[in-house]
């Protein structure tokens, strides 16, 4: 279902809580500034048992090396929505990019009981909605944080866009981690409501993947600070949501 879909390539919180202040600067890396607040809103298509249309918006928050990721997807009308989700990625910032502490998911589907979940990440160990406990991989990201961790890596490394590079993500679902691979398959123009759009575009390749396993690709714009102009979750060839960057990313000034 869309539901499942929009859950698997990128996790949420309902009540995240206030990123603590921290006089200390953020690290940096390469001289790369972590950005303040920063908002990316897309326009959502898809397919579910036919056209499904909505909103989706991705949010970066940060308080010295402290951050937060939201990830808000509304599908159908604001004022009766089918499906709303919000998945949340909290922790600090260290010189290799985010360091994931807890992330959490908050959905409603339309006649249904609502659904949470939430991931913790301690010092060795992530503790996934099951209460299972796994040893905690270097770098591992959680389904927020993914999107901006890639950001960084590529900011101080742009070299990594290369068409037919690679590049690993240690990924933390709700229920298992896996590694994620995502191959430079092309470079591509994106149409977008503010103009071209100049990206490269990336596919998943998970090790141990599943058949029934989602897919998320990623199209990653350098000249919007390498964020994601276009995120589309797959499940088959018949279900899945496509989001669309829909005007040039929100921003102020870092702290």
Not at 49 to 66: D, L, N, P, T, Y
């Amino acid at each position: 279902a869309v539901a499942v879909a929009v859950a698997a390539a990128v996790e949420p919180a309902p009540e995240a809580a206030t990123p603590a202040v921290n006089s200390e600067p953020a690290p940096a890396a390469n001289n790369f500034v972590w950005p303040g607040p920063t908002r990316l809103s897309y326009v959502l298509t898809g397919n579910y048992r036919g056209e499904i249309h909505g909103k989706a918006q991705v949010e970066w928050q940060r308080v010295g090396s402290r951050y937060q990721v939201h990830l808000d997807v509304l599908v159908g009308l604001p004022v009766a929505p089918l499906i709303t989700r919000r998945m949340s990625s909290e922790g600090s910032i260290a010189p290799e990019g985010l360091v994931p502490e807890r992330f959490e998911e908050d959905t409603k589907i339309m006649f249904r009981d609502r659904r949470r979940l939430s991931v913790r990440f301690e010092p060795d160990t992530v503790v996934l909605a099951n209460g299972q406990r796994q040893a905690r991989p270097i770098g591992v990201q959680d389904s927020a944080s993914q999107f901006v961790q890639l950001s960084y890596l590529f900011s101080i490394n742009p070299a990594l866009l290369k068409v037919g590079g690679t590049v690993q993500v240690p990924l933390a679902l709700a229920r298992k981690i896996d590694t994620w691979t995502y191959d430079v398959v092309a470079e591509e123009v994106l149409p977008t409501p503010f103009g071209q759009v100049a990206s490269y575009h990336l596919k998943p390749r998970r090790v141990g993947q599943n058949t029934n396993d989602l897919t998320a690709e990623m199209w990653i714009a350098p000249s919007l600070q390498y964020l994601p102009a276009r995120i589309r979750i797959r499940q088959d060839a018949d279900t899945f949501i496509d989001m669309l960057i829909e005007r040039k990313p929100q921003l102020a000034a870092a702290n």
